[in-house]
């Protein structure tokens, strides 16, 4: 049986008479935690953004589990939790209020789910504080609950430890462990050598839109 639940063929962004992404293929397999890597400007958000479904490609295609995108897709696939870049929130709004507002846009998020979010990511005891008084670190984490709290297949995370001190960041490990024990599959972008080595059953490194190298990880 095919394990593939991400698979990538020839994806090609171009902006303008820049190429962002040169003619990637890749295949991702469910359950694992994968990692991305590359200097600034390689193409990893880009690449991110592209399986998302949040920026079109110029060519090629991407298959997450049963949807395809390509350059005419104008959907997001379902199934995907997102944290790229800083997660925006509604400043004057607490956490439970901006997760609350995200889960009443497709009403399939229930108040216990929103909670156990808040718990999973530690953040319990600041669910009723105005995200405007949240640190960087905690800003990360409820982006990262409003990523899973969907019960999604996928994660897409982006640099999900900026912002974090030493023990937020052992913490966020323990709990990407956990949900790839729960069966998610976690496409991981970090700067951070240490995190892929911990976290990481393979890794893709990028540069200049294109793929350098790719690697099995022993564990």
Known sequence: MDNTIIEIKQATKKIGNKIILDEISLNFERGMIH?????????KTMLMKSICGLMRLTSGSIRVGETTLNEQSEFIPENIGIVIESPGF???????????????????????????????VGLTHAKDLKVSGYSMGMRQRLGLAQAFMEQQKILILDEPMNGLDNQGVQDMRTLLLELKESGRTI?????????????????????????????????
Do not use: M, Y
């Not at 990692?35 to 193409?43: C, L, T, Y």
């Not at 496409?187 to 790719?214: F, M, N, P, W, Y």
């Open 35 to 43: 990692g991305i890597v590359g200097r600034n400007g390689a193409g």
């Open 90 to 120: 509604l400043p004057q709004f607490s956490g439970w209020k901006n997760l609350k507002f995200l889960a009443g846009i497709q009403n399939k998020v229930s108040d216990e789910q929103i909670l156990h979010s808040l718990e999973i």
């Open 187 to 219: 496409l991981l972008a970090s700067h951070t050598q240490e995190d892929i080595r911990i976290l990481c059953d393979t890794v893709v490194e990028l540069d200049h839109g294109k793929v350098i190298s790719q690697e099995i990880l022993s564990k």
